[in-house]
């Protein structure tokens, strides 16, 4: 393949296809344990109750528990991979083993999201 710009378009849209094919492909579980809360700015901060205290048989006075709040920080972390191919590779038509490489790729980031 010529290193043109639009081959190169044309590579690169196709490995994007196949990262996105493994991505949606992959059933992510973080769901199962986890609330999804969108974030907006580079951290966020949350408050939450701590300890409910348990209910009890109401015999006598009332006894009057107390509530304790905790919070904690989490900040926003970015991550990214890059990879290189060898433009040998490009050049002889020998880059048809990249797509499910990047496939794959795509299914990794899905499960560790």
Known sequence: MELI???????FQGF????????????SRYKTV?????????EENYGWL???????????DRIVQS???TGYQI?????????GIPRE??????YGIYGPI???MGHKCRLAS
């Open 5 to 11: 710009q639009s081959n190169l378009s044309g590579l």
């Open 16 to 27: 994007e296809t196949a990262f996105n094919k493994g991505f949606q492909g992959a059933q």
């Open 34 to 42: 986890e609330m999804e809360i969108p974030s907006t700015t580079a």
């Open 50 to 60: 701590g300890s409910i205290p348990a209910i009890r048989e109401w015999l006598g």
């Open 67 to 69: 509530l304790s709040i």
């Open 75 to 83: 900040k926003n972390r970015r991550f990214e991979v890059t990879v």
């Open 89 to 94: 590779k490009i050049e002889d038509d020998q």
């Open 102 to 104: 990047m496939e794959k």
